[in-house]
């Protein structure tokens, strides 16, 4: 890419600072550093509100990109996803729609836009595969988010169709690491644990982790994700989404995920399980094997490392983090 403008939505969040980090300490030229001729721009909500289209076209009016990471989303837990149905849907079809067609009227080159493995199907078969998305209904807790994501395959079939816009889709799966949503109440499993521990360190109370800790799940670490959306950027260019994952035979169990940040938090107090708690899902195991093969293969961070550095960076940005 010569003379290339990327911008990323959201770019102030776990996924874009994975990005922001990546582009920064990689070497120059190499197949995920920053390319000769390229600026990257990442923005944050504070610098344009995508919900509304005039600032939308303002903010694209400023950086005229030639690319855009589009991961800009209303994002949030089980219960907030089940409160704000309708909240989930139209601000997410509105944020969605917005940079679509303002990247499509002002000649973006390519879009790479988020989807999330939340949107498949509630009733389908295992493992998850690109082929599944629009199969049956998503589940109810997350109808509302569910069904405005899968509306930007949607919107970017009928673009390519309409128009021959080169516009497509990222699936990842449970992403952490550095930059997350560490909030008790509104957050994910692994910043959730990771919060939870650091309090009953503090505090010399147990830390008690919800459930068996039987449950599996795969968990790509956001530096990972965050070369796997350059590559994507660089090396792909069809329509059809991308899972972005660690493979089937790397879940992990929520037990492993306690037993490492314990680890890695050096936590000596009562550690336990309650088990009258609802575990969830036991597993909803995603393929990579599309992404592999289109790849030509990818080394992933080992899971207990990457963790450790999440728990690090936790340790260390405690008074700045998003608590
Ligand atoms: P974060 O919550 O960490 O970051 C969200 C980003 O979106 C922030 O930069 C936020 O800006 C921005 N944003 C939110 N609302 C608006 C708005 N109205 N206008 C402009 N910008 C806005 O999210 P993640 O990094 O975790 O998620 C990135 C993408 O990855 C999302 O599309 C999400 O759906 C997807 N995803 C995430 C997974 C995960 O496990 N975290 C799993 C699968 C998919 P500000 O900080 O200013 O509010």
Redesign the pocket.
């Known amino acids: 890419m010569s003379s290339s403008v990327i911008l990323v ?9 994975a990005i922001r980090h990546i582009i920064e300490t990689e070497p120059a030229g190499s197949r995920f550093g920053k390319k000769p001729g390229e600026k990257w721009v990442f ?9 509304d289209p005039e600032q939308t076209r303002k903010l694209f009016e400023k950086y005229k990109p030639t690319h855009v990471i ?6 949030g837990g089980l219960f907030k996803n089940m409160k704000y149905k309708l909240t989930f849907l139209r ?1 997410n079809i509105l ?1 969605n729609d917005n940079v679509l067609h303002t990247s499509h009227t002002t000649g973006v080159k390519k879009v790479i ?6 949107v498949f199907p509630d009733k389908v078969t295992y493992p998850l595969d690109e082929t599944k998305i629009h199969l049956g209904l998503p589940h109810e807790s997350n109808f509302g ?1 569910a069904h405005a ?1 899968r509306m930007v395959d949607v919107q970017n079939h009928a673009y390519k169709d309409q128009f021959g816009d080169n516009f497509t889709s990222a ?6 690491g550095p ?3 560490f909030d008790l109440e509104g957050s ?1 499993v692994i910043p959730g644990l990771i919060h939870k521990c650091y309090l009953a360190k503090k505090n010399g109370t147990p830390f008690v982790v919800m459930g068996t800790g039987k449950p599996l799940r795969q968990f790509i670490y ?1 530096y990972d994700l965050a070369k796997l959306f350059i590559w994507q950027l660089r090396e792909y260019d069809d329509v059809e989404p991308v899972i972005l994952s660690v493979g089937e035979d790397e879940e992990v169990s929520i037990k492993q995920v306690a037993d490492a940040i314990v680890k890695a938090m050096d936590f000596q107090g009562e550690y336990t399980f309650d088990t009258t708690k609802a575990d969830g899902q036991f597993r909803k195991p995603a393929s990579n094997k599309n992404l592999l093969s289109l790849m030509g293969g990818y080394e992933f961070a080992p899971f207990d490392k990457a963790l450790d550095e999440t728990v690090k960076w936790f340790l260390a940005n405690y008074d700045n983090a ?1 608590t």
Do not use: M, Q
């Open positions: 939505t959201g770019g102030t969040g776990l996924v874009g600072s923005v944050s909500s504070g610098e344009g509100d995508l919900r589009h991961l800009a989303a209303l994002v601000d944020i836009s988020c989807l999330s493995t939340c988010y994501k699936i990842p799966t449970n992403v952490f930059h997350d949503n994910h956001s998003r």
